[in-house]
């Protein structure tokens, strides 16, 4: 940016008002209120006509794979520079850029020509708070031109106004083709004449300083220089080494920004447009890129987080097809299959997904499914209150096998019964061999124990991320065997990329949660088999506050459609979806702080919150609550931000605690295979 171009954009700040700002007088008092186009009337879904070329680029190419550009942004800029220092008006047209074009593109320009009119109609929108306004001025007789600097011609600009629903102006004037500008004022000179009144009559609102703001008020006009809302700024910022593609996040960024007006009241509804929709995006569109290479087979979305997810896939590609949703929960896959387990180790490894908020053998057997209250402790030398894990590993298995096995037999029977019915794909050309499940993450556990349900089956796993917890071989879970695939990471690459969600869980599992009870075990119906959902849990405000967050993602995912952006910026990459995640909760901000104070998270059979439960003076003379607190909660950087509320680096810290140091909380010490404890 020049020095020029500077000053401009402060003078712009200091002087630029909201429309509210405008005032009925003021209006009153003019015969003729006069709109500038461009980020006034209409926005683009960029953050600058430069990056419209950018775009204009990469759509040639993707058209022309065999004969594709490169430079063209640079070439573009050139050849305007060039016309307008040629033009008398200063203001050339579009076509006559393109006739001073390097000769390097001299084949492709008229591809690229149309590209780019094409990319300017589609990538303009309305301005929401100056339609209002334009709406409002008809509606009081107000008579209307609108001015536009422009190298488009009128047909191109009058096509964008329709398309943004603007009508019912008496003139529209564009400099390319008048002949004269804005910027010399001669552009406004001819609009006193042309429409019989005195420039004083005349207001004219725009947002650029000089054309739109100086130059109408030297010449005598009312003017008024508008200034947008502020940005969002930073949600596509590079962070811990991730960038993302510039296009993509110059793109995603705008259309969050021209949008998240209507979804700034409730910070839920701003979690869930900013935050939740472009990662929805993301990982629906490598979904269905898989789901098409793997020869169209079925999709099993599980519950809870699968809800959403499939609400995604239906808003974006149509409901129907070989899409089904399954309530299964990691609860109740384990109650199902643990009557496999020929050892105590083998059940504890079924079960160690979930046993972090399990103090005693009593919360043990809950979690089995049993009632502690009639399992017989005593009979087996063992107490509902003995600290799990078990030092008396035998005597508890024998328990749980005498107690549980007959509950765990049925509920395998129903579950099977259940996934034959949900898992019949007649619509999918490769069902009978494959079947997707689509989960947010992260190890495969209930994977694994779907494909020992359903033998016939061979399961794709499609997550946001496949960590390498309990990966080993020495697990009776074998998930290393599994064909896992990960839209940010596989298990080869979690231990570097998989920080961003390693420290915070709990936090992104929530944003995916729908309100429904999760499934605890399975029933038999007189229509079959029915999910048994736990009673209670999410109801009253964190109902409202699912059903808030998703719609508002929803209507993410509806904006990226109805905009086709696939097709301008192509599939967005993971990196790019998940930097407004990276840049809100795993670096913390208010927003996060304030969205996550409102839920809580259930891990394994304990209810937690997000933040602390006290201050900080109460936990320096309570330091042990403060690492029992710490130690159950699964989104750390949240649980430290909350309780220091200084914008310190705490998920760096927290990386160079377990990988430098190698420290390890008491939850993950106790899942560890005997071989890694003692070494």
Known sequence: MNGKQAVKNILAILLGKRFDALGLKRIQEASVISFDVFDTLVVRDCSSPAVVFDIVERCYNASHPSAKVMGFRDARKAAERKARGIVPSGEPSIFEIYALLDERFSKAAPDLLSFELDTELRICRTNPEAKALYDALLAMGKRIAIASDMYLGSDEVGKILAKCGY??????????????TKRNGHLFQRMAKDMNVACKDILHVGDHV???YLVPKRLGLRSFLYRQGLKQQGLFA???????????????????ANRIDAYSEDVRDWMGYAVLGPLLYGYITWLREMWTDEGRPGILFLSREGAILMQAWNHLFGEG????????????????????????DQLFDIFSCLTRGCKTLGDYFDLLGADPGSVPFKRFGLARESPFPSSDKEAVYHLVKQHCNEFFSVQHDLLVDYLQIRTRFEDASNSTKNLIICD????????????????????????????????????TLRRHELDRRGYWCDVDRWD???????????????????SEGSTVSYTRTADGVAPVKEEGGCLGEAEQSAARLHAAA?????????????SLIGAPGCETVLLPYINTVVRPTSKALEFYSRVTFVNGIKEVGFLPLRGLPYYLTHPREAIRELELNNSKVLWLKGLLKLPLPYFQFLCFLTSKVDLKSEYAKSIEPDSERDR
């Open 167 to 180: 009508a019912g102006y008496e003139r529209l004037y564009v400099s390319s083709d008048a002949g004269i």
């Open 440 to 475: 947010i993450g992260w190890s495969g556990t209930m994977q694994v124990l779907l494909q020992q349900a359903l033998p016939s089956k061979k399961t794709i796993g499609a997550y946001l991320a496949v960590s390498d917890f309990q990966n080993d071989e020495a697990r």
């Open 496 to 514: 570097s990329d998989g920080r961003v969600f390693r420290f915070t869980q709990s936090a992104i599992e929530t944003l995916f949660l729908n």
């Open 238 to 256: 590079s962070r811990y080494g991730y960038k993302g593609d510039s296009l993509a996040n110059d793109v995603l960024g705008a259309v969050i």
């Open 210 to 212: 000089l054309s739109d």
């Open 554 to 566: 929803l209507a993410f995912i509806d904006d990226c459609r109805s905009a086709n952006l696939q």
């Open 321 to 344: 097809g070989p899409a089904r949703y399954a309530n299964v929960s990691r609860l109740a896959l384990c109650r199902a299959m643990a009557g496999r387990a020929k050892s105590y």
